[in-house]
C-alpha cells in the first residue's frame, strides 16, 4: 500500500485531503500543529487506525521519525491578510523547504506544494491562465507565496524531485472556521458589506472539488513538475454567492454595497492607521480581502480540466446547501 504525508492534516483543506486519499486507498500520515481535527470523518479514520498524526511545526518537527511515504502534500501554511513578511517566510519558505529535504531524503514520488491564486495580485482577472504575470502587490502573504513557489521550483528542479503547484482560488465548505463561519454569520444579522453590488466575478471552489484535485495532482506523474489553478470555474458572482447563501439561510437578501473606489481607500487608511501604531493584530478591513472585491477574480482551469481530467462535482448551489447546513450545526 502507498503511503503519503500531508502537512497541515487536520486544517480546512488538510483534513478534506486526507479523506480523498483513504477513499483511494493510500495510507496517511500527518503532521499537524494539532492532533484534533475538527472534521469528524478525519477524527473517525483517526480513531479507526487508518490515518496517523503526528504533532509537531515545520520548523522544528524531526521529520526523519516518520515511516517511509511515497507521496508528500505540503497543505501547511501561514495563512492571513495581515502580518509581517517574515513570519510568513518562515513557514511557507522555511518550513517548506524542510519539508522538500526530508522529501529528497526519502526518495518519494512526487512533492505537492499547495499555494494561491493570490500570487496573481488583483489586477482584474477573468479566465486567466497560469502563464500569466505574477504580481503579488504589497500584502505579505502573497509575496511569501509566491517566493515558496519559486523557491519549491529551483530546489526540486535542482535535486530531480517531480513537483507540483496547485494554486486555489476561494475556498469553501463546511468545516472552514474563518471564511465561511464570518460571512454567513452577517449574511444571517443581515449586515453583510459588499462592492458595487457584488458585480465583480469571484473564483470559489468547494473544499471537496479541491480536494480531488489535489489528490489527482499528487499521485499520478500526469501532473510532475506543472502548476495548475484550481476553482469551481462556474464564474459566478459575489452576489450570486451571497444571495444563494441567503437563500439556503431563508433570510433576506440585505446586504451593504460600497463603492469601490471608496472600499479601497477605507482599506488602505486602516492597514495604515494600524501600521503606524505597530498593531499586530488584524484589522476588520484589509487591502487583501478589499482588492479582489473590487475587481474581477476568476481564472481558467482548463489546463487541469486537459492535464488532470478535473471536473467539479459539487455545484456552487450544492455547495452552499451542504455549508449551511453545517454552520447550522454549530447552534444547536
Known amino acids: 500500500m502507498k503511503t503519503a504525508l500531508i502537512t497541515g492534516i487536520c486544517g480546512f483543506v488538510g483534513s478534506s485531503v486526507a479523506i480523498k486519499l483513504v477513499e483511494k486507498g493510500i495510507q496517511v500520515i500527518g503532521v499537524d500543529l494539532s492532533d484534533k481535527p475538527k472534521n469528524k470523518k478525519l477524527a473517525d479514520l483517526i480513531a479507526d487506525g487508518r490515518v496517523k498524526i503526528w504533532k509537531g511545526d515545520l520548523n522544528s518537527f524531526d521529520f526523519s521519525s516518520l515511516e517511509r511515504v511515497d507521496y508528500v502534500f505540503q497543505i501547511a501554511g501561514k495563512v ?15 518550513g517548506t523547504k524542510r519539508v522538500i529535504d526530508y522529501a529528497h531524503q ?3 514520488s512526487s512533492f505537492l506544494y499547495l499555494s494561491s491564486v493570490a500570487v496573481y495580485g488583483f489586477g482584474g482577472y477573468v479566465d486567466l491562465t497560469e502563464e500569466a504575470p505574477k504580481n503579488p502587490f504589497d500584502n505579505p502573504y502573497s509575496i511569501s507565496k509566491l517566493r515558496a513557489e519559486t523557491m519549491v521550483v529551483e530546489e526540486c528542479k535542482k ?3 517531480p513537483y507540483v503547484i496547485i494554486r486555489p482560488g476561494n475556498v469553501y465548505g463546511p468545516y472552514d ?6 460571512i454567513y454569520s452577517k449574511i444571517e444579522a443581515g449586515n453583510m458589506p459588499y462592492v458595487d453590488k457584488g458585480k465583480y466575478k469571484s473564483c470559489f471552489v468547494y473544499v ?6 489535489i ?4 499521485i499520478t506523474d500526469k501532473a510532475w513538475n506543472q502548476d495548475f489553478n484550481i476553482t469551481d470555474g462556474f464564474g459566478e458572482t459575489l452576489d450570486d454567492y451571497f444571495s444563494l447563501v441567503a437563500k439556503e439561510m431563508v433570510v433576506k437578501n440585505k446586504f451593504i454595497s460600497i463603492k469601490a473606489p471608496l472600499a479601497k481607500t477605507v482599506a488602505a487608511l486602516v492597514e495604515g492607521f494600524y501600521k503606524l501604531l505597530k498593531i499586530k493584530k488584524a484589522p476588520l478591513i484589509t487591502k487583501f480581502s478589499t482588492y479582489q472585491n473590487c475587481v474581477d477574480y476568476h481564472f481558467s482551469i482548463e489546463k487541469a480540466r486537459n492535464v488532470l481530467g478535473f471536473s467539479p462535482n459539487v455545484t456552487l ?8 447546513e453545517w454552520y447550522k450545526t454549530l447552534k444547536d
Open 159 to 161: 535535486i530531480g524531485l
Open 80 to 94: 492571513s491578510p495581515w502580518g509581517d513578511i517574515r513570519g510568513f517566510d518562515k513557514i511557507n519558505v522555511e
Open 106 to 108: 526519502e526518495g518519494v
Open 317 to 324: 448551489e450544492e455547495g452552499v446547501k451542504r455549508t449551511v
Open 215 to 218: 489528490v489527482t495532482a499528487g
Open 177 to 182: 472556521y474563518t471564511s465561511s463561519t464570518h
Open 208 to 213: 471537496d472539488n479541491l480536494a480531488e484535485a
